[in-house]
């Protein structure tokens, strides 16, 4: 039977739950059983075998979700194999080079042993949620920059890594 993979994330406007359902979707093609939940939903996380956590990230913080989620669950995430991204930067450096995780986030990641971290570009557009986030895009600082063929190329590592794993047992 495929390990089965939970993949949680923590979202304000919806751009890093978009980033998560690409990161699902990979997992699905490859042959993993995945499913795709909000953080702030997650009741219980023994029914999957590998969690993968995401989450955007305000004035270098991950969002509330994402953070409860991971000091709600944090015996069980200890215990699976689990990865982390986080999603922000609004502009390209995501793309040209390799961005360490947030010190909340690096610490949590030191504690539970998370195998590896990503941070993928932001997105932040017209009708964001928040006054500092319409004040960035109405000062012309918003934008799309994320990079789905990096999403699903760190995705596909995973399930690489995961089905090797499973091919092992």
Same mark, same amino acid.
């Given at each position: 039977? &495929?390990?089965?993979?939970?993949?949680?994330?923590?979202? =304000?406007?919806?751009? =890093? +739950? $978009? @980033? /998560?359902?690409?990161?699902?979707?990979?997992?699905?093609?490859?042959?993993?059983?995945?499913?795709?939940? &909000?953080?702030?939903?997650?009741?219980?996380?023994?029914?999957?075998? *590998?969690?993968?956590?995401?989450?955007?990230?305000? +004035?270098?913080?991950?969002?509330?979700?994402?953070?409860?989620?991971?000091?709600?669950?944090? !015996? $069980?995430?200890?215990?699976? &194999?689990?990865?982390?991204?986080?999603?922000?930067?609004?502009? *390209?450096? /995501?793309?040209?080079?390799?961005?360490?995780?947030?010190?909340?986030?690096?610490?949590?990641?030191? !504690?539970?042993? #998370?195998?590896?971290?990503?941070?993928?570009?932001?997105?932040?557009?017209?009708? +964001?949620?928040?006054?500092? #986030? $319409?004040?960035?895009?109405?000062?012309?600082?918003?934008?799309?920059? !994320?990079?789905?063929? #990096? @999403?699903? #190329?760190?995705?596909?590592? @995973?399930?690489?890594?995961?089905?090797?794993? $499973?091919?092992?047992?």
């Amino acid at each position: 039977m &495929p390990t089965s993979v939970l993949v949680a994330y923590g979202t =304000t406007n919806g751009s =890093t +739950a $978009q @980033i /998560a359902e690409a990161v699902t979707e990979v997992l699905r093609k490859e042959g993993l059983a995945a499913d795709l939940l &909000p953080a702030r939903s997650v009741v219980d996380v023994t029914a999957y075998g *590998a969690v993968v956590v995401g989450s955007g990230l305000y +004035a270098g913080r991950w969002h509330r979700d994402a953070r409860r989620f991971v000091s709600r669950h944090s !015996r $069980q995430l200890a215990e699976r &194999p689990l990865w982390f991204f986080s999603s922000g930067p609004l502009d *390209a450096s /995501a793309s040209e080079r390799d961005i360490p995780p947030v010190h909340g986030v690096r610490r949590a990641m030191t !504690r539970l042993g #998370a195998r590896d971290h990503a941070t993928f570009g932001g997105c932040l557009e017209e009708g +964001a949620k928040g006054r500092i #986030a $319409q004040s960035i895009v109405r000062n012309g600082k918003g934008g799309d920059f !994320r990079d789905f063929g #990096a @999403i699903e #190329a760190w995705a596909a590592r @995973i399930a690489d890594e995961l089905l090797k794993e $499973q091919a092992e047992d």
